[in-house]
């Protein structure tokens, strides 16, 4: 258990230190969970920062958010900050990190970003742990780590992921966070936009219809990037749901990202 914490708090805060640090001003701050975390890489579109993580439900990506603003003297380079990309996944409407098996993860964001502590007697008892938050880590300048040598699902198990995922879905109870986002977005004049998580053609074979997925999405007044349904990625994925780091899924995500802005300010690729 506390393996997972320590792995967490690392990549945690490796992110923070690239936030926190000198460097070029960040237009574009990218949240979400891993399908961001594997996919998106910044150094294809310039200015931008990938504050993306295992995990990261809707809760954790508005506060994550609401924390920075809030601390704005703290990370000097988001002082021009005017656009957010948020990644939503197939399970993202009904996903609460703090109802999974996962939920010591959240203890990781607590201390490194100085969130509140859930009323939780797990990660209270947790909390007691010394030495899971890391002294040193690597500075991640972009938050974005370019290797694949990250962990991804065997295939046998995309049965019971694609299922997990479509419970999440049908659930809906977490998408008074997105609302949150985007008033939250619309009060700093913030632009949102809702990158559709890009998935490989198994696991979409298995799932309903896209507009059933995301309809609720589609409902909100915010851009919408649909990656679900794009076929360009199908070789690009390390299992059902992540694309391989170092593959040209990263690359070719920030292509369509670029062309859906129109370029503007951004790098826009060729292959």
């Known amino acids: 258990m506390t393996t997972l914490l320590e792995s967490t708090a690392f990549d945690l805060m490796s992110k923070r230190k690239g936030l926190s640090c000198d460097g070029s001003p960040i237009h574009y701050l990218a949240l979400g969970s891993s399908h961001g975390d594997y996919g998106f890489n910044p150094f294809w579109l310039g200015n931008a920062f990938n504050l993306c993580s295992v995990s990261q439900d809707l809760c954790l990506s508005f506060k994550l958010y609401e924390h920075i603003l809030q601390n704005n003297e703290h990370y000097p380079r988001l002082e021009k900050l005017c656009h957010i990309i948020l990644f939503f996944s197939v399970f993202s409407p009904g996903f609460n990190l703090l109802k999974s098996s996962e939920k010591t993860r959240y203890l990781a964001f607590c201390k490194v970003f100085g969130l509140n502590l859930p009323d939780d007697p797990d990660l209270h008892n947790l909390n007691e742990v010394k030495g899971f938050v890391p002294d040193k880590t690597p ?133």
Request: hydrophobic fraction near 35%; charge should be positive; proline fraction near 4%.
């Open 139 to 271: 500075l991640l300048y972009d938050g974005f780590r370019r290797t694949n040598t990250r962990y991804f699902f065997s295939g046998d198990y995309i049965d019971k992921r694609a299922a997990g995922h479509l419970f999440y879905n049908k659930g809906k109870k977490e998408l008074h966070w997105l609302d949150k986002i985007l008033i939250m977005a619309r009060k700093h004049g913030h632009k949102v936009l809702i990158v559709l998580s890009p998935a490989h053609p198994d696991y979409k074979e298995r799932m309903p219809e896209t507009s059933f997925l995301f309809d609720d999405v589609y409902r909100r007044e915010a851009d919408v990037l649909d990656l679900y349904s794009c076929t360009s990625f199908d070789s690009c994925f390390g299992d059902s749901d992540h694309l391989y780091p170092a593959s040209q899924g990263p690359r070719l995500l920030a292509q369509k990202i670029c062309l859906f802005y129109g370029g503007g300010g951004l790098i826009l690729l060729t292959f």
